[in-house]
């Protein structure tokens, strides 16, 4: 009966997790036109470099024996290794958290719209492919712009941090290494997004539909994390999976001060987003012309 629980909560937290990414695909192409204005790209920086960790930690200790004979030798038996729901999440977000990255460079290159077809078929197929890497590293360049010297500096002394500890330590260690980075990043990675919408005096740009399913995902994820504890009759082995609990509790907190910032701080007026003008981010009233430009 546990396990059946168990299994269920996971795929919840995984289905709610996991759809919680595309909320955000679909703001930001309808914001296509404000070059993204309202997104932090520090935040789609620090999201993408969290979940190669959060994949590299999950994967690693669910398939690899290496990794699980270290595990069960510091911990027992008993504690719970990651289940199928938690490599699921892993991989589908660090594709979609990918995803997201990829469309966002792209609409900040203005290049979102595929460019002008030749005629000729042989031309097509040249000027698509150079459009193509025209487009790759404009768009590449753009997010380097707009990324922050601290995540730049962040970012490099990470990847340093994991190629050290990769030659100098046990496995089961290099992954903890890795769940540590992961959980710093989840603390680290609102921030921006935070100040960002505290700066602007709105939210909009940024997803709440997503924020409201992270959040179910993260109770979820406690939840199981806890029952998986329980029935292995010691609460304190939810330590023993400290990138899922963080993940978790981490969510929790955070997307408390979404929702405050989203429905109480900075509220959008029900009627008036679905009224007002992307591209310019005017709302338009009574004394507003129907023709730009025109009295």
């Known amino acids: 009966m546990t396990s059946t629980l168990s299994s269920t909560l996971g795929w919840l937290y995984f289905a709610a997790w996991s759809v919680s990414f595309y909320p955000q695909l679909l703001v930001n ?96 197929v040249i000027s698509t492919s150079a459009f193509q890497l025209r487009n790759i590293y404009s768009g590449a360049h753009q997010i380097y712009k707009r990324v922050s010297p601290v995540v730049r500096i962040f970012t490099a002394s990470v990847s340093i941090l994991l190629i050290i500890s990769a030659f100098s330590l046990p496995l089961l260690d290099v992954l903890y290494t890795t769940s540590v980075v992961k959980v710093v990043i989840s603390l680290a990675k609102y921030i921006p997004q935070l100040l960002l919408n505290h700066a602007r005096r709105s939210t909009v740009g940024w997803s709440i539909v997503n924020i409201l399913l992270d959040l179910a995902g993260g109770i979820l994820s406690f939840a199981q994390l806890l029952l998986d504890s329980l029935d292995a009759g010691d609460v304190s082995l939810v330590y023993a999976n400290p990138a899922k609990l963080m993940l978790g509790l981490t969510s929790l907190g955070f997307d408390t001060l979404f929702i405050i910032q989203h429905y109480i701080l900075y509220p959008e007026p029900l009627a008036v987003p679905w009224m007002m003008d992307v591209e310019s981010g005017v709302h338009p009233t009574e004394a507003t012309p129907l023709i730009p430009g025109g009295q």
Do not use: M
């Open 29 to 124: 192409y309808r914001h296509r036109h404000t070059r993204l204005e309202g997104l932090s790209v520090d935040f789609l920086v620090l999201n993408l470099v969290g979940f190669i960790c959060y994949s590299v930690y999950t994967c690693t200790l669910f398939w690899s024996s290496e990794a699980q004979d270290q595990f069960h030798k510091r911990f027992g038996n008993q504690a719970p290794l990651p289940s199928d729901a938690d490599v699921a999440f892993a991989i589908h977000a660090l594709t979609i958290t990918t995803v997201t990255l990829v469309q966002s460079a792209s609409i900040l290159s203005g290049n979102f719209v595929a460019s002008s077809i030749e005629a000729d078929s042989g031309s097509r």
